[in-house]
């Protein structure tokens, strides 16, 4: 017996994991995706700051410039995330700085 055909997006029932993975413009699973520019700069400021731990005005540069890009990453992925598992992860981010911030961290690293 052949095994069943997959099921796209829209071809009727979807389990709960496809519906949350599922990407709504392609159809295919979505877990992770290349960087976008916000996301690459939050990683080339992460890095920065970790290997050079820049002191002053320079520090504070690299943070801010990194929490910012953190922030429009993460956004943009609860606004317009491709599928319910990107716009969760926008909004666990969001929410991971809020609570940094709030208990006095200050930056995303």
Known sequence: MPAPARRRWGAGHLSAVDWFLRNRHTGEI???QWPNAPLTLFG???????AFAPAGT????????????????????????????????????????????GFGATGPI
């Open 44 to 50: 080339l400021c992460a890095v920065i700051d970790w």
């Open 58 to 101: 320079v520090g504070t540069v690299v943070r801010g410039a990194g929490s910012l890009a953190l922030v429009v990453w993460a956004a943009d992925e609860l606004l317009r995330g491709v599928n319910p598992w990107r716009r969760l992860l926008g909004a666990g981010v969001l929410v991971w700085l809020a609570l940094r911030w």
């Open 30 to 32: 979505t877990i992770a």
